[in-house]
Each structure stands twice: as C-alpha cells, then as structure tokens.
C-alpha cells in the first residue's frame, strides 16, 4: 500500500535558522512526488514536482530533493512568512490520487 | 482565470440533513479531483473525473456520497443523511491530463451539529 510519512510533525525555527523537512515513502512505481504548502484554513498551494532520484527544484528559499526512498525539503534563512504546514504527497504510475502525508507544522519566529 | 472555486466556502448543518457543495474548476483543466482533509491530518482522495466522466472512487466515499460533474465543467459533491464525523474540510482540485501538478481550491468546510 502506497504510503507516506512526515517529520518531523512541528518545527519551530529563529528567522534564518535554516533546516530540513523530512518526506519518507513508499510507492508503487513512483509518478511523481509532490510538496505543497497550506496556511489555516485555505488549501494546498504547489510546489514542486520531483519525478526521479537524484531530481532538485528550487523555488526562493526552498529546495527539494528526491531519492528512491525519501524527499527533503530544505529552507534556507526562512522568514516568518514561511510559517505554515508543508505536505507531501505521491503519486504511483497505477493511478491518478495522490496519497498525503499528515504535513510538517513550520512556525518560524522573528 | 481566478483558479478553482468551491461554494459555500463554510456550511453549519444539522446531522441528518443533505448537502451539496459546489466545485468550479481551472476553465481548461479536464480533470477534476475530490478530496477530505480533517483537523491535523493531510487530504484523503475521494474521487476523481476526467471530463464528465468519474473514472476512479475511494472506499472512503460511501453510499451517502455522491458526486457529478455535467457536462465535463462544474462539479458537485453531495452526502445525504450527514453524520457528525462526515465534519471535515472538503477540497477540490483540477488539473490538465499531462500535468500533474494539481491546483486546489480553498475548500468548503462542513461542520455537522
């Protein structure tokens, strides 16, 4: 059963302390793997799509990275505007859903 | 383009009762997705159209769910005879066939009393 797994579940930084979120999975022959961002009470904003190991995308002060096994997501000198939950998700080659982790909580304090 | 819609953005219903939620799409997206998200959890998939077609269904969606999309543009999203734990925030989503980057709408958000 495809499956995904988050952390760490919350994560308090200083404005600039930069860190890495942590997207585990397993997948049935792997489609694509998905980061979003969500603030209260909205939906998920995309990211990025990584489709392959060894795959890096880069958007302001995120990057993300894919291996066979995992996905980082890393933030660089975060600002307070990062706060937010950040989710990941796959998506095997057998279907059209995809499956979400249960997202990492980000508050970043200036 | 102003990305997807949902209607009504909150819904305060008595348990028992029928809803129907609304879901205008990207207008030149051909696929459209459901989805459940609970407090502290991420979205579940629920179902999912290509055109009007609803070409996949979770085990989720129980008989009291039924969802429509006519003539391959709107969607609906109905549960009948709503249950206290059918309380969640319910998301759609569209995307083009090729592109697998969904976007989400701002989601309706029902609360069963």
């Known amino acids: 059963e495809d499956q995904v797994t988050q952390s760490p579940e919350a994560l308090r930084l200083q404005e600039g302390e930069s860190s890495s979120l942590n997207c585990s999975y397993t997948v049935s022959g792997l489609r694509g793997l998905f980061w979003y961002r969500q603030d209260p009470g909205k939906g998920p904003e995309f990211l990025f799509t990584l489709y392959s190991a060894g795959e890096e995308k880069e958007k302001e002060r995120l990057k993300a990275t894919l291996t066979k096994k995992e996905s980082f997501l890393h933030i660089t000198a975060p600002k307070p505007e990062d706060s937010a939950t950040y989710l990941c998700a796959v998506q095997g080659r057998a279907t059209n859903k995809l499956i979400f982790g249960t997202g990492t909580l980000l508050a970043v304090q200036p | 383009d102003t990305g997807v819609s949902q209607n009504p953005r909150h819904k305060i219903t008595k348990r028992g009762q029928n809803v129907t939620f609304r879901c205008d799409p990207i207008?030149?997206?051909?696929?459209l997705y459901w989805y459940r998200q609970t407090l502290g959890q991420g979205p579940e998939f629920l179902t999912y159209?290509?055109?009007?077609?609803?070409?996949?269904k979770s085990r989720l969606l129980s008989d009291r769910f039924s969802a429509e999309r006519p003539k391959g543009s709107f969607s609906t999203l109905e549960i009948q005879r709503t249950e206290q734990g059918d309380s969640a925030m319910y998301l759609c989503?569209?995307?083009?066939?090729?592109?697998?980057?969904?976007?989400f709408g701002s989601g309706t958000r029902l609360t069963v009393v």
């Open positions: 989503a569209s995307s083009l066939s090729g592109n697998y980057g969904y976007t």
């Open positions: 207008s030149e997206h051909n696929r």
């Open positions: 159209f290509q055109n009007e077609a609803q070409l996949e």
